[in-house]
């Protein structure tokens, strides 16, 4: 589960910092969150497929 956690909270983070070096808040921690959701949307249905 932590790969899950980690798919997640990497894009946000990313989006964080994009927000904070070219001032896009609040558009960069969405796009992160957006990204991060699909990605950890992903990785659960495969692991469900897999077991």
Known sequence: MSTAS???TGPILVG?????AFG????????GLALG???????LV???KEK
């Open 6 to 8: 980690g798919t997640l």
């Open 16 to 20: 964080v910092f994009l927000d904070y």
């Open 37 to 43: 959701f699909i990605g950890c949307m992903m990785y």
């Open 46 to 48: 495969q692991q469900a």
């Open 24 to 31: 896009w808040s609040p558009w960069g921690v969405l796009g």
